[in-house]
């Protein structure tokens, strides 16, 4: 059985078992030769170029699974009978991390403190605080559990909000109402036609005075020009992993807007989420293997 893998980490966990051969695929050389009779792929952290065309000369694929929890990129283009994975988990603990990390660092001030500080300058003032916050997490999957846990003993109150109500967790159709009472909103939808440009002027403007937005999402689900104007006023804050475009260019005006902080996508790049997707994946294989039902298997929308 033919396999693409993203890196010789993947290929040292994976190439061991039985009848799989394995080639390392990161998308920066050329495509390999046999793209039709590779049997599982496994791509790299960011979609190759020339995705949907790759896609449609893996005429043997039968299983593509993600080392991401978005899978935006490969859905459209699937062949049917092409079962799709994603990494659901493997990033949780870094990116909550990030998450509660980047709100701290946006009410606190530590961007402005270093920036002081680089200057030799002692700029004392009070800051914001996350205590006695109410922290709205909108889309309340793995992630946002995994947030609220480390969130616990921050002495926060936390909201939370996803695609279908449940017990303790709100509908999308009550987000309106929430968002005003919110002190920090984090982002942590997968990227669907639903999502998209989710935050829009509208969206900002009903956030309270001093609110941090915290993206840990898609840059997708944020209307960028709508935020850039909100941002401008200084009525609200952002902590930014994600962005649109990304990687933000050069000169863009989100780089200076007001009160902002951005990281280039690094929320969920960690030792933690290599060592979990390689575990992942040497289960997905060995359950594929064995005919067993795989983990995360993408259904419907999403």
Not at 96 to 119: S, T
Not at 265 to 279: D, Y
Request: hydrophobic share 45%; charged share 20%; glycine share 10%.
């Amino acid at each position: 059985m033919k396999i693409w893998v993203p890196s010789k980490a993947a290929a040292d966990v994976l190439c061991d078992l039985p009848e799989v051969e394995c080639a390392v695929y990161d998308g920066t050389e050329p495509v390999p030769e046999g793209a039709e009779r590779v049997e599982v792929w496994i791509p790299p952290l960011t979609p190759v170029a020339g995705l949907p065309d790759l896609l449609a000369r893996m005429t043997g694929l039968r299983l593509l699974q993600t080392v991401t929890a978005g899978v935006d990129a490969y859905r459209p283009h699937l062949a049917e009978g092409v079962t799709l994975c994603n990494a659901r988990g493997v990033h949780d603990a870094g990116t909550a991390e990030w998450a509660v990390g980047a709100m701290i660092a946006v009410l606190r001030e530590f961007p402005g403190f270093v920036h002081a500080q680089r200057k030799g300058e002692w700029t004392y003032h009070h800051t914001g605080v996350l205590a006695d916050s109410t922290v709205l997490i909108v889309g309340y999957g793995s992630i946002g559990e995994a947030l609220e846990r480390r969130l616990d003993g921050f002495e926060v109150d936390v909201v939370r909000v996803a695609r279908t109500a449940r017990p303790g967790v709100h509908g999308m159709d009550e987000l309106p109402a929430l968002l005003p009472a919110a002190d920090v909103v984090v982002l942590l939808v997968p990227s669907t036609p639903e999502t998209a440009g989710m935050v829009n002027a509208g969206f900002l403007a009903a956030m309270k005075d001093g609110a941090v937005l915290v993206n840990a999402a898609r840059g997708s689900v944020v209307d960028t020009a709508a935020l850039v104007a909100e941002l401008g006023g200084g009525r609200i804050l952002a902590a930014l992993d994600v962005t649109d475009p990304e990687p933000l260019p050069e000169g863009h005006p989100l780089w200076s807007a007001p009160g902002v902080l951005i990281t280039p996508h690094v929320a969920g790049s960690s030792p933690a989420s290599v060592r979990r997707t390689l575990k992942l994946l040497r289960s997905q294989l060995l359950r594929y293997l064995a005919g067993e039902p795989l983990k995360n298997v993408i259904t419907g929308s999403y």
